[in-house]
């Protein structure tokens, strides 16, 4: 009768803390899960995907009203003979097609 007692007594609660633990856990993981995939990693992100559309929209418009009246399409500055960018962004943009190519 006493080694029952024990028995009974012991194992519901060991049991009921491994569960506590495992509860725990599982909800930490949960968030972080909830995070990464139904929401956004930060506020700069969602505002882009909720938005892409207008602000790809604008980026083209701006694109092409900047090679029409012969401006740098990367600033404001002179756009060179023939090309889309000032001196300076087509010196960047030589650099940028070199690490590209290799
Ligand atoms: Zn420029």
């Keep these: 009768m006493p080694l ?7 194992a ?3 049991s009921k803390l491994k569960i506590k ?4 856990k599982t909800k930490a993981k949960k968030k972080t899960i909830k995070k990464t995939s139904k929401k956004f990693e930060n506020r700069f992100q969602k505002f882009y995907h909720l938005n892409k559309t207008r602000l790809n929209k604008e ?11 012969g ?7 002179k756009a060179l003979k023939g090309l889309t960018f000032c001196s300076y962004h087509r010196k960047k943009q030589a650099e940028y097609n070199k690490k590209r190519n290799k």
């Design 12 to 14: 519901p609660r060991t």
């Design 71 to 77: 401006i740098c399409v990367r600033c404001k500055r």
């Design 59 to 69: 980026r083209r418009s701006k694109y092409k009203d900047h090679k029409k009246i």
């Design 4 to 10: 029952l007692n024990l028995f009974k007594r012991k």
């Design 21 to 24: 633990r495992k509860t725990r």
